[in-house]
């Protein structure tokens, strides 16, 4: 019997939909996956899959969880423990002392940088500033999205997204089809003419919809009464940070937003859970704008989840503040995670969770618990430095360029001129730091570190963390729990750099294509996540990887 007119549109039109959001069938090259997703937790210590886990939804972190692989053991081996650092090594399985990237903040050709700073190069998306000028040309080495891209002919596509500009850049690698962060003066998210000279449309059309304006007008209210969050402190409390000038706004919750962004800009998005919603958004977006995982050969997607740090350093690890953000990007992990599974296909991709390094506690939150922990004072380490030099050298050999980073950096150039012996002045400053800063554990020149007598663990991370005319040229490790400070203000909130487990213990799971599902307790290194990839991917390594596949996640092969 023939079809009636209605029934053979609506059949068409099923037929249609079936075609349109279908996952691609004809299978890629070598058993790789479609598309691999990075997501880089800023921030995020190991212990929060566990400590939060009670309220966290069945398709986010839990999923990861019960069908990834998830290497429990996964630790920082270099120093300072920073989110430039950190996206660098996750993405070229190498160190400092290779990849060159020896800071957020470091000096190259004997002047200070910011590791993503290029004046070459101009801002794309808004009118040219310093938050454009942004390229990888300061990583010495490739990442994996670059090898990913070499291993096809250039036929994969590789995007970084981020709120952080270091974050997006510095993962997707020196080979990408794009890279694009946030500009909180125009809420817009950009890139630079590295990359490219326009906008893509889709980065248009997302700008367009002005979501930074509109997630912050809802208000930061919290998911569940604030009595039931069970593993916070009480919300009024001594460890926070609060907004305004003077701080007259307090660190609780509920936070109104809205009336915020009037006085301290549409950045705030940084320091609220938003932050990490408007990061999946675009993720979508690029997913959908460049047709990631829809092509013949696997893409790959660098995401970075920027607000969590911006919350850490304000709230601290045992803040509502901190738990709220965790809980809301557990649900909006549950969400992307679905959206894949449509878009791509579940199982036809490659998602691993990761962080650029973890935090401390807040000191005073540890000095009310017994715990260990003080302020290592930088101000104070600058005057015990500078009254060294004055007394040996006299008043005016300016051979001290900064103290930070836990490092002092020597001013080469005036050390030559002046014919200075600078093995001799590296241990005076170095006995003089051990003499007369509270909490300094160490103090080493930094290339001197091999014939020091302190544990293999450290020194690694000095040796891995040290870049010739990048670094700085003593090396300081405080004692556990003791963190730079520049004052004696109160401490509010936290930081991460050293090389305690606190700071360097980071999560680590691979879920998909490929993967196992299963736990690892023997210790990983951030440098393996890499040598991983790449194992898997069947691509050559990252130029600079000194990291091992941690083939334990392999699925067997057939
Ligand atoms: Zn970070
Ligand atoms: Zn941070």
């Known amino acids: 019997r023939p079809m009636t007119r209605t029934t053979t549109l609506r059949l068409l039109a099923l037929a249609l939909t079936a075609l349109v959001s279908a996952p691609r069938s004809e299978a890629t090259q070598h058993g790789r ?65 290779i990849h060159g990237i020896a800071g957020n903040d470091f000096f190259k050709d004997g002047k200070p940088i910011y590791c993503t700073q290029d004046t070459l190069v101009a801002s794309v998306g808004v ?31 590789t995007i970084g997204v981020a709120i952080k500009d270091r974050a997006s850049i510095l993962p997707a690698g020196h080979t990408t089809n794009g890279a694009y962060w946030l500009d909180d003066a125009s809420g817009h998210f950009i890139t630079s003419t590295y990359y490219r000279t326009d906008l893509p449309e889709w980065v248009k059309k997302f700008n367009a919809r002005g979501r930074v304006k509109e997630l912050l007008s809802q208000g930061w209210k919290p ?22 000038k ?10 109104d937003t809205k009336k915020l962004m009037k006085t301290e800009g549409l950045g705030v998005i940084r320091t609220t859970p938003f932050g990490n919603t408007l990061t999946f958004e675009i993720a979508k977006a690029a997913i959908e704008g460049e047709h990631l995982g829809e092509g013949e050969e696997t893409d790959f997607l660098a995401m970075s989840h920027s607000a969590t740090d911006y919350v850490g350093h304000r709230y601290g690890t045992f803040a509502v503040e901190t738990e709220d953000t965790y809980l809301r990007l557990d649900r909006d992990l549950a969400d992307f995670l679905s959206y894949l599974d449509k878009k791509v296909g579940e199982g036809e991709y490659l998602f691993i969770l990761t962080a650029d390094h973890a935090a401390a506690h807040n000191l005073t939150f540890n000095k009310d618990h017994k715990i260990p922990g003080e302020a290592l004072r930088s101000d104070i380490a600058r005057q015990i430095i500078d009254s ?46 051990k003499a007369k800063l509270p909490g300094v554990a160490y103090a080493i020149p930094a290339d001197e570190v091999v014939s020091a007598p302190i544990p293999e663990a450290i020194k690694t991370r000095i040796i891995n963390g040290y870049r010739k005319r990048r670094s700085g040229d003593i090396f300081v490790i405080p004692d556990p729990g003791w963190y730079s400070k ?31 599902q299963g736990h690892l307790y023997r210790e990983t290194n951030i440098t393996d996540i890499a040598a991983t990839l790449a194992a898997l991917l069947k691509t050559q390594y990252p130029s600079g990887c000194i990291g091992h596949p941690i083939t334990e996640a392999f699925a067997p092969q057939d």
Request: aromatic share 10%; charged share 20%; hydrophobic share 35%.
């Open 33 to 97: 996956p479609r598309l691999v997703v990075t997501m880089m937790v800023d921030q995020m210590t190991w212990d929060y899959l566990y400590r939060y886990q009670a309220r966290f939804v069945e398709g986010g972190f839990k999923r990861l969880l019960s069908k990834g692989f998830n290497c429990e053991n996964t630790r920082i081996n270099y120093i300072p423990a920073y989110t430039a650092i950190g996206h660098s090594s996750v993405h070229t399985g190498s160190v400092p002392a």
């Open 127 to 157: 009118p040219n500033g310093k938050s454009g000028q942004m390229s990888p040309r300061n990583l010495l080495t490739t990442t994996i999205a670059d090898e990913l891209r070499i291993a096809t002919n250039f036929r994969s596509k």
């Open 223 to 244: 998911l569940y009464d604030l009595k039931t969050y069970r593993e916070s402190t009480a919300d009024k409390n001594d460890y926070e940070q609060p907004w305004g």
């Open 246 to 255: 003077k701080g007259e706004i307090p660190a609780t919750l509920p936070l």
């Open 388 to 433: 060294v030099v004055n007394k040996t050298l006299g008043a005016n050999a300016r051979v001290i360029r900064a103290y930070f980073n836990y490092q002092v950096f020597f001013n080469d150039a005036r050390i030559d001129s002046l014919g200075i012996n600078r093995s001799a002045l590296q241990r005076t400053i170095c006995q003089a730091l």
């Open 486 to 516: 520049g004052s004696a203000e109160t401490p509010r909130g936290t930081t991460h750099g050293v090389w305690s487990p606190y700071d360097t213990h980071i999560p680590l799971i691979f879920m998909g294509k490929g993967i196992r």
